[in-house]
């Protein structure tokens, strides 16, 4: 949605950009059609130069890399975590996962109580809790690239501000000129 929004907000400056851009070329023909000595300073004036919005120091708005980043992850580990997940895969009957006991070295069977039921609870502890300590990092992550994009588009809308006000300024002047003619 951040994303969406940051687009928007490019082609609103796109388009405030082009309406700065046709208001100059407005009152260049006012000025000719105010007076003789007006038209021919703008005959002998340079044109200003046609460019695109692009063009105007705003680059194109491509959404933030730290939160496209953070999406790619966090939708790899969800299917890792989808697939993993008890809840979300078809339950064995057998109650817990006795397998893998053996695969533990001598140094872990230490750190686990000698009761092989008590054992395989604790690993299954220590899985669940790697669960959510990768499901906490894939929130962070994605809480910074959202923060990094809501800094992004706010500055946007800081310079969006500035150039509307400036617009709204100009119209009114170049109203003004046209109401006298």
Do not use: C, W
Request: net charge neutral.
């Amino acid at each position: 949605e951040l994303v969406r929004q940051g687009e928007s907000l490019k082609r609103t400056e796109q388009m405030v950009d082009k309406m700065d851009q046709d208001l100059k070329t407005s009152q260049r023909h006012i000025n000719s059609i105010k007076s003789v000595f007006g038209g021919l300073v703008n005959y002998f004036k340079p044109k200003p130069p046609e460019s695109k919005p692009e063009q105007n120091g705003t680059p194109e708005y491509y959404g933030n890399s730290r939160l496209k980043e953070a999406m790619m992850s966090s939708k790899e580990q969800e299917s890792k975590y989808q697939e993993s997940h008890p809840n979300l895969r078809r339950l064995d009957n057998s109650g817990f996962d006795f397998s893998n006991i053996d695969l533990v070295t001598s140094v872990q069977r230490d750190a686990y109580p000698k009761n092989q039921h008590l054992r395989a609870y604790h690993q299954k502890i220590d899985n669940n809790l790697d669960e959510m300590s990768s499901g906490l990092s894939r929130l962070k992550n994605l809480a910074l690239g959202l923060q990094t994009e809501i800094e992004e588009q706010d500055d946007m809308l800081d310079r969006l501000t500035k150039k509307v006000e400036t617009l709204d300024v100009n119209i009114k002047s170049t109203d003004k000129k046209i109401r006298q003619l």
